[in-house]
């Protein structure tokens, strides 16, 4: 399985805010920069990820978006299933009769898939937004280096 760009931003938007030193504000320009993405798709993230409860978005002239939880609330698994818009994987998992397979019958390509698709969001549920920012300082330091 491959996550979309939207997720992979997503994760890093949320790893550079646990980054930051407690009560600083980051704005998305200096994401972006940090980043090398473009300023215009992580607005769309941004905006995601504050009405889903991840981030604030406080707006104005000393604006800026900060973690809406701490790192150890924020479940990596929770946040793939959110962003991602399609776990389907082959096209056989998909409802529309276009994705009908001759072979569905007999098929049981599809179960292990499933299975495998299964245990992929159970392993990212097992970490935390905390597990995998545990040297804020450090990435702090390489985004900004």
């Given amino acids: 399985m491959r996550l979309t760009n939207y997720t ?5 938007v949320l790893i550079y805010l646990a ?10 320009q200096e994401i972006a ?10 607005m769309k993230i941004i905006h995601n990820l504050g009405k889903k409860g991840y981030i604030y978005t406080i707006r104005g002239r000393n604006g800026g978006i900060k973690l809406a939880k701490t ?6 698994g929770e ?11 082959v096209n056989c998992f998909g409802d529309s009769p276009e994705n009908h397979c001759i072979l ?35 990435v702090f330091r390489m985004l900004r280096g």
């Fill in 33 to 42: 920069d940090s980043y090398k993405i473009s300023k215009n798709h992580l």
């Fill in 19 to 28: 980054s930051l030193e407690d009560g600083k504000l980051a704005n998305i």
């Fill in 8 to 12: 992979d931003y997503s994760l890093r």
């Fill in 79 to 89: 946040v793939v299933r959110k962003t991602e818009d399609d776990f389907n994987i």
């Fill in 104 to 138: 569905a019958p007999v098929c049981t390509l599809k179960n292990i898939l499933g299975q495998a698709l299964t245990a992929f969001i159970e392993v990212l549920d097992q970490y935390t937004l905390e597990d995998i920012s545990h040297n804020p300082g450090m």
């Fill in 71 to 76: 790192p150890a609330e924020i479940n990596i």
